[in-house]
T-cell receptor, first 109, second 112 residues
Framework: GQQVQQSPASLVLQEGENAELQCNFS?????MQWFYQRPGGSLVSLFY???GTKHSGRLTSTTVIKERRSSLHISSSQTTDSGTYLC???????????FGKGAKLTVSP | EAAVTQSPRNKVAVTGGKVTLSCNQT?????MYWYRQDTGHGLRLIHY???????EKGDIPDGYKASRPSQENFSLILELATPSQTSVYFC???????????FGPGTRLLVL
């Protein structure tokens, strides 16, 4: 079955609102990673987060291994934040990634 | 900034034909990966490599072969393309554990 469950599948916000995206995983991991994908575009790494909390501008990633969950918080959303956010579980010696199905974020002005 | 390029960017193929997708990275990364992205499935790993001459099966390798002739290049080969292989294919590279992966721009493949 799916090793990484991502929620919500889609989210619509007004500019300035905050977003909370979740990933739950069912296996052991080396790390949880978060990526951003523009419509029709490639993936850009946001966070490499094996555990704990990391910050980057308006973005915060928190991974709690014993609870098997990771979250991405976007504060004060902007229209340019629109796109798809994917979490990925890194496991094994080959650093293979198992991706969630993604969360499509739409931020309206 | 890590650089991964893919060619072609778009490809139309016929059922039963051979398709080769190419990936090049200039980052001197040991690991390279091929994924496909489909609506409802997210990204799924097809093949990966630890270095020149090595290829490993990912989660969905059936119908695909891979080749890593050099540190920089990693190809995905569809010997007998089928319509079910219509997808967007992404190549990525990385140092391995304790590092993220850097993705190419993707190749849109349509098999008719």
């Amino acid at each position: 079955g799916q090793q990484v469950q991502q929620s919500p599948a889609s989210l619509v916000l007004q500019e300035g609102e905050n977003a909370e995206l979740q990933c739950n995983f069912s296996t052991s991991l080396n790390s949880m990673q978060w990526f951003y994908q523009r419509p029709g575009g490639s993936l850009v790494s946001l966070f490499y987060n094996p555990s704990g909390t990391k910050h980057s501008g308006r973005l915060t990633s928190t991974t709690v291994i014993k609870e098997r969950r990771s979250s991405l918080h976007i504060s004060s959303s902007q229209t340019t934040d629109s796109g798809t956010y994917l979490c990925a579980l890194e496991q094994g010696t080959g650093s293979k990634l198992s991706f969630g199905k993604g969360a499509k974020l739409t931020v309206s002005p | 900034e890590a650089a991964v390029t893919q060619s072609p960017r778009n490809k139309v193929a016929v059922t039963g034909g051979k398709v080769t997708l190419s990936c090049n990275q200039t980052n001197n990364h040991n690991n390279m990966y091929w994924y496909r992205q489909d609506t409802g499935h997210g990204l799924r790993l097809i093949h990966y490599s630890y270095g020149a001459g090595s290829t490993e099966k990912g989660d969905i390798p059936d119908g695909y072969k891979a080749s890593r002739p050099s540190q920089e290049n990693f190809s995905l080969i569809l010997e007998l393309a089928t319509p079910s292989q219509t997808s967007v294919y992404f190549c990525a590279s990385g140092l391995g554990r304790w590092d993220t992966q850097y993705f190419g721009p993707g190749t849109r493949l349509l098999v008719l």
